[in-house]
């Protein structure tokens, strides 16, 4: 099998896509949202 840059290039990009969607999915998890709604408060507490 020869791969060519252009081969390399359409994987790099079809696997950061995936990385992308995989991070969006993440983020809005019904699982990680007591946790990121905890983060957001963080700024507004005080000592």
Same mark, same amino acid.
């Not at 992308?20 to 709604?37: E, L, Q, T, V």
């Given at each position: 099998?020869?791969l060519d840059v252009? *081969?390399? +290039?359409? &994987?790099?990009?079809?696997?950061?896509?995936? #990385? #992308?969607?995989?991070?969006? #999915?993440? /983020?809005?998890? =019904? =699982?990680? +949202? /007591? =946790? #990121? *709604?905890? &983060? &957001?408060?963080?700024p507004f507490q005080? *000592?």
């Amino acid at each position: 099998m020869n791969l060519d840059v252009n *081969d390399v +290039r359409i &994987a790099v990009t079809v696997l950061s896509m995936l #990385f #992308f969607i995989g991070i969006c #999915f993440w /983020a809005y998890s =019904r =699982r990680n +949202r /007591a =946790r #990121f *709604d905890e &983060a &957001a408060e963080l700024p507004f507490q005080s *000592d």
